[in-house]
């Protein structure tokens, strides 16, 4: 297996090659990073992508929530990830991004839309820590985290000095079960990278659920290592670990 440090200095689209999807450049072309081929590809969203997007969010969402619980999710919780509600605020996201530097992605099969990324400055860039090989923070005395248990606190963790804009944040990139497997991840990935290269972005990082085996897979593969960063969510009183993963552009 590949060291956390290994990971960490490969290009992305270099860790992309050798990902987990069958042929991850498969319409895209560096010097378009848009560019459509047969009837696979991925463009910019449009605002009447925006329904198609909230239903993939609410499900990968789900997902990966109920994965981070280690059951499926209450009733009451997953009716509250409500497809028309994120799909309304994906709308106002692609009509009136807060800066060009934030994009919103589709990828599509022909005419379907069937997965979707958007990325940003990193509001927070996070300085970079030892990790355990499960993505846990390795202290100096060899503990993880912190001496009474706590989670570091993101925000307590920014990089100082980053230049606006060097460090990138990929908000989401989800494709449900239904198509996965077929490179729409990759493509996504793939495009996002070569925007915010054109950006002048040096570094991309990324939230995931810990207990999120197919997404941390995923990462891993294309080139991505765990930052040494964690962060707890409440989803329904049980307590969900996301881990910030990154890599170099």
Same mark, same amino acid.
Do not use: K, N
């Given at each position: ?110 005419? @379907?839309?069937? +997965?979707? $990324?958007? #990325? /940003? *400055? &990193?509001?927070?860039?996070?300085? =970079?820590?030892?990790? %355990? ?83 941390? @897979?995923?990462? +891993?593969? $294309?080139? #991505? /290592? *765990? &930052?040494?960063?964690?962060?707890? =969510?409440?989803?329904? %009183? ?12």
């Amino acid at each position: 297996m590949t060291s956390a440090d290994d990971l960490g200095h490969q290009d992305v689209l270099g860790g992309l090659a050798a990902g987990a999807e069958a042929d991850p450049h498969a319409g895209h072309s560096h010097a378009d990073p848009l560019r459509p081929a047969a009837d696979l590809s991925v463009r910019p969203a449009v605002p009447e992508d925006a329904a198609a997007i909230g239903d993939v969010h609410a499900r990968t969402l789900r997902a990966s929530l109920a994965a981070g619980v280690g059951h499926d999710l209450g009733p009451e919780i997953a009716a509250a990830i409500d497809p028309a509600a994120l799909g309304a605020s994906w709308a106002a996201a692609i009509e009136e991004p807060p800066s060009p530097r934030h994009r919103v992605l589709t990828a599509l099969a022909g005419a @379907r839309v069937v +997965g979707f $990324a958007a #990325f /940003a *400055p &990193a509001e927070v860039p996070v300085e =970079l820590r030892a990790t %355990g090989a499960d993505g846990s923070v390795d202290d100096a005395d060899g503990s993880v985290d912190d001496a009474d248990g706590s989670v570091d606190d993101a925000a307590d963790d920014a990089v100082d000095g980053a230049a606006p804009g060097a460090v990138a944040e990929i908000l989401a990139l989800e494709v449900p079960a239904a198509h996965a497997r077929r490179g729409h991840g990759s493509r996504l990935l793939a495009a996002c990278a070569d925007l915010l290269r054109q950006q002048g972005a040096a570094r991309v990082q990324t939230w995931t659920v810990q207990a999120d085996e197919s997404r941390t @897979r995923f990462l +891993g593969q $294309a080139g #991505f /290592a *765990p &930052a040494g960063l964690r962060r707890s =969510l409440d989803v329904g %009183g049980e307590e969900v670990v996301e881990i910030c993963w990154y890599a170099d552009l």
